[in-house]
Nanobody, 117 residues
């Protein structure tokens, strides 16, 4: 078993920044790839960004150039730095851990991000 716990969400004005954190259980942090997803009201959950165990990153088109995903092995924590936020970024943001070595997939409980003036 493993746990993922998000934090850092909140209310921010358009153009502002937020940094989300995802604390990941130590027993999986080093061996699982990590992702951020988000789900806006009445929409399906969508992929935002991924960082692999080797540090390779990929982004959704909506996040490219504005968001930065990273992982800190000393803190067992993943981050999502979000800049130039738009109202369309309003959603619950979830962190996710997965591996190709098993079917185990873990999710956090989500953190609300609201971009509004």
């Amino acid at each position: 078993q493993a746990q993922l716990v998000e934090s850092g969400g909140g209310l921010v004005q358009p153009g502002g920044s937020l940094r989300l954190s995802c604390a990941v259980s130590a027993n999986i942090f080093n061996t699982y790839h990590l992702r951020w997803y988000r789900q806006a009201p009445q929409k399906e959950r969508e992929f935002v960004a991924q960082v692999t165990t080797q540090g390779t990153t990929i982004y959704a088109d909506s996040a490219e150039g504005r968001f930065t995903i990273s992982r800190d092995y000393s803190r067992n924590t993943m981050y999502l730095q979000m800049n130039s936020l738009k109202p369309d970024d309003t959603a619950v943001y979830y962190c996710n851990a997965w591996t190709s070595r098993s079917r185990d997939v873990y999710w956090g409980q989500g953190t609300q991000v609201t971009v509004s003036s």
